[in-house]
């Protein structure tokens, strides 16, 4: 008989409970009130389940996918239809961006007409704000699906993209100015690049944040929504840094 055996209370953690009987070697466990009085048993297929339970769940986080490895392998080995139906409407969100940040290029057609070298770094300047962009969105995702929140890393994520800007910036200032013998575009692409990785930074931040508050996976709508987001306001801040630093 053992004279002194594991208890749990109502309220206790169904995951303790299970750990508790393991190391205690106990087929159940006993529920006991505040006061001590006797409130019935835990069997031995309720652990069991509880720890089947927690142990799936426990490798979906480590896998870097929230919920569990069943919703994940679902939406693993879904049909055509319903991938259609989780990227498609993003995706249509994207084509829309696109057609934003061409608009925008439009109203500097001026301004690039007249100094076709600005318009030489577009591609490059808009690709490393998604390129911070997006390691900072990975890390986000991956740490919502650990449990951990975005208050957690916000400051650190915010800080490493204003300084990778700042660093981009300084590395990009003396190659263009080497290569292009422009010291004004070397300084417009230098700000930009400061400029857009720190935005790229926030948004990529909030929008996951945003998307999985809603319920929804972010690891469908992240990408897509964060990039053409990013990709539309880093077309505008290089346009207008380098219009008023070159022109």
Known sequence: MDDAPPVVAPSTAQERAAWLAVQHAEPTLAVVDDAGRFAGLVPAPTLLGVLLEEHDED???LAGFGGSSASARTATVEPVRRRLAHRLPWLLVGLAGALLAAAIVGRFEEQLASEVLIAYFVPGVVY???AVGTQTEALVIRGLSLGIGVRRIALRETLTGV?????LGALALP?????WGRADVAAAVALALLAASSIASLIALVLPWLIH???????FGSGPLATVVQDVLTVAIYLVVATAVVL
């Open 128 to 130: 490393m704000a998604d």
């Open 175 to 179: 190659m263009v100015w080497a290569l």
């Open 59 to 61: 490798m979906a986080r």
């Open 213 to 219: 508050r809603l319920g929804k996976d972010p690891a």
């Open 163 to 167: 300084l990778l800007g700042a660093l």
